[in-house]
């Protein structure tokens, strides 16, 4: 573009206007980079408490099938 303002064959209101989109789109970019960084740290968040539950869960079950084994044994 710049080479094309040099030689006289774009106006210099269009090469500033192509220069203001790149510089709002290369925001708008690092915004979106940034949401989905945030966003897969929830993912991450959420999965771990997940597990946490699941693992929870899974004992607390263990726990109760020994003590009805140990009730039916009686």
Same mark, same amino acid.
């Given at each position: ?11 210099? $209101?269009?090469? #500033?206007?192509?220069?203001? %989109?790149?510089? =709002?789109?290369?925001?708008? *970019? ?10 897969? $740290?929830?993912? #991450?968040?959420?999965?771990? %408490?997940?597990? =946490?539950?699941?693992?929870? *869960? ?17």
């Amino acid at each position: 573009m710049q080479s094309l303002l040099k030689r006289g064959l774009t106006p210099a $209101g269009r090469v #500033l206007a192509l220069r203001r %989109e790149h510089a =709002r789109l290369s925001g708008e *970019r690092g915004q979106t980079v940034a949401a989905i960084a945030r966003n897969r $740290g929830q993912i #991450l968040q959420i999965s771990t %408490e997940l597990d =946490r539950q699941d693992t929870t *869960r899974r004992g607390e079950i263990v726990t109760e099938l020994r003590e009805m084994t140990a009730r039916a044994a009686e």
